[in-house]
T-cell receptor, first 114, second 110 residues
Framework: EPEVTQTPSHQVTQMGQEVILRCVPI?????FYWYRQILGQKVEFLVS????????KSEIFDDQFSVERPDGSNFTLKIRSTKLEDSAMYFC????????????FGPGTRLTVL | SQQGEEDPQALSIQEGENATMNCSYK?????LQWYRQNSGRGLVHLIL?????REKHSGRLRVTLDTSKKSSSLLITASRAADTASYFC??????????FGKGTLLTVNP
């Protein structure tokens, strides 16, 4: 069964460093998303991406964040200068045509900023 | 708040019993999706129910939706210890993003 994959599973970085989180969405999906979940809190929407551009972004998704689909399979989230409060589990998700169908999530990348 | 909000926050039952979790929301939805999350792990999609549907089944799972009350429920029948997890409802709006609630922590005791 097709699934969303994410790498790395765990990333540890120093405050102020740049990180890139990688995702491979399900191959025939067209809509891509990033969410995050701070430990013990609810899952929060960060950004949606369709047709090679951002469809919507939340207040969390400030200038320190960017997304890219560099090729036909990868979808990345970059945090330019990490802060302690960026420590969270980051989930990538994708949806098929129409965008109103099931969103399938990857296993997540746990980001720890020291 | 526009989020789905689940209740109870925590539920502890014995294996074999049924578990019912509820979700309420405040704004209109296109669909409502239920997910399971084992501790520290990813989100597993369970069921999607659209705004024009009232009930859906998948194996031991039954989801109902009452748009007039802006509420949904997830029923797990004949629970197993392996069902122990957090369960989230997520509201899907017209802009396709999902808005999650805080979840219900279900513990099924063997």
């Amino acid at each position: 069964e097709p699934e969303v994959t994410q790498t790395p599973s765990h990333q540890v970085t120093q405050m102020g460093q740049e990180v890139i989180l990688r995702c491979v969405p399900i191959s025939n999906h067209l809509y891509f998303y990033w969410y995050r979940q701070i430990l013990g809190q609810k899952v929060e929407f960060l950004v949606s991406f369709y047709n090679n551009e951002i469809s919507e972004k939340s207040e969390i998704f400030d200038d320190q964040f960017s997304v890219e689909r560099p090729d036909g399979s990868n979808f990345t989230l970059k945090i330019r200068s990490t802060k302690l409060e960026d420590s969270a589990m980051y989930f990538c998700a994708s949806t098929g045509a129409g965008g109103i169908n099931e969103q399938f999530f990857g296993p997540g990348t746990r980001l720890t900023v020291l | 708040s526009q989020q789905g909000e689940e209740d109870p926050q925590a539920l502890s039952i014995q294996e074999g019993e049924n578990a019912t979790m509820n979700c309420s929301y405040k704004t209109s939805i296109n669909n409502l999706q239920w997910y399971r999350q084992n501790s520290g792990r990813g989100l597993v999609h369970l069921i999607l129910i659209r705004s024009n549907e009232r009930e859906k089944h998948s194996g031991r799972l039954r989801v109902t939706l009452d748009t007039s009350k802006k509420s949904s429920s997830l029923l797990i029948t004949a629970s197993r210890a392996a069902d122990t997890a957090s369960y989230f409802c997520a509201r899907g709006g017209s802009n396709y993003k999902l808005t999650f609630g805080k979840g219900t922590l279900l513990t099924v005791n063997p």
